[in-house]
């Protein structure tokens, strides 16, 4: 039960800080085209608060390094995201911690899967 659910939260948190990466980089050059888009940093929260939720369910069990990855990618995350919300300053510090928790994420999900084998 314990390795399925640790598998579960470190493929949502490799989802997650994907698909929020790749937001983070493609979005920017399609705000270049006359498509009408604007960014919406909002949609940065959403993805900080599913990697938080994956975050706090997998620290408890993973071992120092991975924590320290996690918990430092998603703070620079919420630096970034909360900037840009409360001052309107955009910070590239999501980019590293965006990296960081797919890095912490595979780390993670690498261990568990030795240690069950």
Avoid: Q
Wanted: charged content about 10%.
């Amino acid at each position: 039960m314990k390795k399925t659910s640790t598998s579960f939260y470190d493929i949502l948190g490799i989802s997650s800080a994907t698909v929020c990466l790749v937001h983070c980089l493609v979005f920017p050059l399609l705000t270049i085209l006359p498509l009408g888009l604007s960014h919406n940093p909002f949609i940065d929260l959403f993805f900080a608060v599913i990697g938080s939720i994956a975050v706090f369910k997998i620290i408890k069990k993973s071992n120092l390094l991975v924590a320290t990855i996690l918990i430092i990618s998603m703070v620079l995350i919420w630096v970034s995201v909360l900037s840009e919300i409360i001052l309107d300053i955009h910070l590239d510090l999501i980019f590293i911690g965006g990296t960081g928790m797919i890095l912490g994420h595979l780390l993670n999900y690498r261990s568990h899967k030795i240690s069950n084998h």
